[in-house]
């Protein structure tokens, strides 16, 4: 356990250390100059050289590197360009907001899509499986924004049903009110990634359910005289859900992707929508600090998945 | 030649493949002879936001232009990124699986992790950032989503790779003293065409989503038609929440990139069943 943890928590930041590298080269070969768009041109030079300085930028190349790795293991993401806050603090604002919504999806994507899933095996090649396979189809296919369009049109503006964007009416209400506010803004952007996600996840499952149930033992255990129900919950699903809960870790690095079309169209006010506003902006320091945010969510959500998978699988054996 | 025939046999009787190729086709001669067929989009109209009707089947947008003819020039925009990318996507994905399928040991685990620690970024916010440093030209975006294309192509060409170079003409050939690099790139690289083929057309259809994305976010070539920018114009014009609500903006569009994404997703689906019939009987 420990050495698969060790081995793990190292590739892991191997991962982030090449994410956030290239991120940083990537950010500084930008076209446009960000000391311009920084400075007032009101400034007197002394000024304009001592921002330079504080921002690091009078620095070569290599150097702010190691200046930025540094202020990192310090938990020090450096300033934003753009309102010259510290860059950790403008993530926290934003961080939980999209944990939200991710978290959210994930759940709804898992409770829903298993259970289907496991049905189109069951009635494999029967007119319900061909329907959830078409439906699977283009959920895979379906193009976020699409969606997001869809559902702003059918329960924004033609049934009034839910508000257009944002995460809550300003000013905030107090106490239960503003929950309930909360949720009913969060059920666009929730549904529109619920289903551009859920689709894989029966996709997989519906294809390892049909794997698993070929397998000699599940035959064995009909001839024990088990009924379909008991096979399934006991002999198969736990062997079928490794697939589907590899695929579900995996996924996270689109789901990030659909998160910013998603935040960007509804207005949320999350991790998402910051690297939007930021590349808008040209603001690296917060650009650089989301990316770091995203590569530690992706690698620990893989992580959490082996562990998943060496749970249900006993077999797979980590200290080994 | 045999076999070449009964692949074609095959590909009539599976209706899915049949049925993605169809749709594979009607874009590309779309895409193709979009001149040919409706003339470029370009400056302003007198018909603003005209609905549907029979002298424009889609109906105009906000500068009265035609929509129909904005989404056939999109199909020859998205056909253009796609082709690059999936370019782009062999040159690395292919050789990297092949040598790193084949040479397992050191090389080969280097090659994987690289895949691997690829195959984990979140790729569209790099997109974002890398199409915003590069600057908005068409081929600039269609090789960015290229470079960001190749880890699952490589996967795939390595996982079958492991298994053929396992067999035993492989072996023959070594005896025979064939060299390695024609061992690599003609007896492996014929007998794994099959599944980077379906790869590939996955390739194709993420291709079309990304670049939809860039150009939704408005990162995209502003003086080409694709669809992305057509909706990223519908969108900023409040064209799904304002009154009045000028739906067909956006709605034609978004159906041409699902009908793009699921017909070479199907394609990919029908040739995989073709290859291995397996599937089918289980």
């Known amino acids: 356990m420990g050495s698969f943890l060790f081995r793990r928590m190292s590739k892991g ?3 982030i250390i090449v994410s956030v590298t290239i991120t940083f080269f990537i950010l500084r070969l930008m076209p446009a100059d960000p000391v311009s768009i920084l400075i007032d041109p009101k400034m007197g030079p002394e000024v304009q050289a001592q921002m330079i300085k504080r921002f690091g930028l009078d620095k070569s190349l290599p150097e702010q590197y190691f200046m930025f790795l540094k202020g990192l293991i310090h938990g020090d993401l450096g300033l934003s360009f753009k309102n010259q806050q510290p860059v950790i603090d403008v993530l926290m604002q934003k961080l939980p907001w999209t944990l939200l919504l991710l978290f959210v999806v994930v759940i709804l994507s898992l409770a829903i899509g298993i259970p289907i899933g496991v049905y189109a095996a069951r009635k494999q090649g029967k007119f319900a499986d061909k329907l959830i396979n078409f439906l699977v189809t283009l959920g895979i296919s379906v193009f976020v ?8 049109y059918i329960f924004a503006y033609f049934l009034k049903l839910f508000p257009t964007g944002g995460a809550y009416t300003p000013p905030p209400k107090q106490g239960i009110a503003y929950y309930i506010d909360v949720a009913r803004h969060s059920v666009l952007p929730s549904l529109t990634l619920f289903c551009s996600n859920v689709a ?9 359910m049909i794997d698993v149930l070929g397998e000699d033992y599940i035959r064995t255990a009909y001839a024990k005289g088990l009924n379909e129900p008991l096979v399934i919950k006991h002999h198969a699903l ?5 697939p589907t809960v590899t695929v579900t870790g995996l996924m996270m690095g689109t789901m990030v992707g659909g998160a910013v079309m998603t935040e960007t169209i509804f207005a949320w006010p999350g991790v998402g929508r910051l690297i939007y506003d930021s590349v808008s902006a040209m603001d690296y320091p917060v650009l650089q600090g989301a990316f770091l945010i995203l590569a530690v969510s992706v690698v620990f959500m893989n992580i959490i998945t082996d562990l998943i998978i060496a749970w249900l699988d006993p077999r797979i054996k980590l200290g080994g | 030649m045999e076999n070449r025939r009964s692949f074609f046999k095959y590909f009539i009787s599976n209706r899915l493949a049949l049925a993605g190729l169809i749709g594979v086709a009607i874009i590309i001669i779309l895409g193709l002879f979009a001149p040919a067929i409706i003339e470029q989009p370009k400056g302003y109209g007198p018909d603003i936001l005209l609905p549907p009707s029979i002298n424009y089947p889609f109906g105009t947008d906000n500068l009265g232009l035609n929509i129909l003819a904005e989404v056939i020039w999109g199909a020859r925009t998205s056909l253009y990124v796609s082709a690059i990318a999936v370019g782009v996507a062999i040159i690395i994905g292919v050789p990297a699986g092949l040598i790193s399928g084949y040479k397992k040991g050191f090389i080969g685990s280097i090659i994987d992790s690289i895949i691997d620690i690829f195959l984990t970024l979140p790729v569209l916010p790099l997109m974002i950032v890398i199409a915003a440093v590069v600057g908005s030209s068409i081929t600039n975006v269609a090789i960015v989503i290229g470079i960001f294309s190749w880890p699952s192509l490589a996967r795939v060409t390595r996982n079958s790779t492991l298994k053929i170079s396992e067999m035993q003409f492989i072996e023959a050939a070594k005896c025979l ?3 390695q690099y024609s061992i690599i790139f003609k007896h492996i690289l014929l007998n794994v065409m099959g599944p980077v083929l379906v790869n590939i057309t996955l390739v194709m259809a993420t291709a079309v989503l990304s670049e939809s994305g860039l150009s939704f976010l408005g990162l995209g070539d502003p003086t080409t038609w694709s669809w992305g920018t057509i909706l990223k114009k519908a969108w900023d014009a409040g064209a799904v929440i304002d009154t009045p609500n000028p739906w067909w903006w956006w709605f034609w569009p978004s ?8 017909s070479f997703n199907i394609l990919g689906t029908g040739i995989n ?7 089918n009987k289980k």
Do not use: D, H, Q
């Open chain 1, 145 to 152: 924004p699409f969606l997001a369009f869809g559902f702003l």
């Open chain 1, 200 to 208: 894989s996840i029966v996709l997989y499952m519906r294809n390892s």
């Open chain 2, 273 to 279: 069943e073709i290859l291995n019939p397996k599937i």
């Open chain 2, 255 to 262: 159906v041409f990139i699902v009908f793009y994404v699921v």
């Open chain 2, 177 to 179: 003293g064939i060299p």
């Open chain 1, 238 to 242: 736990k062997n079928a859900l490794i």
């Open chain 1, 13 to 15: 930041l191997l991962t």
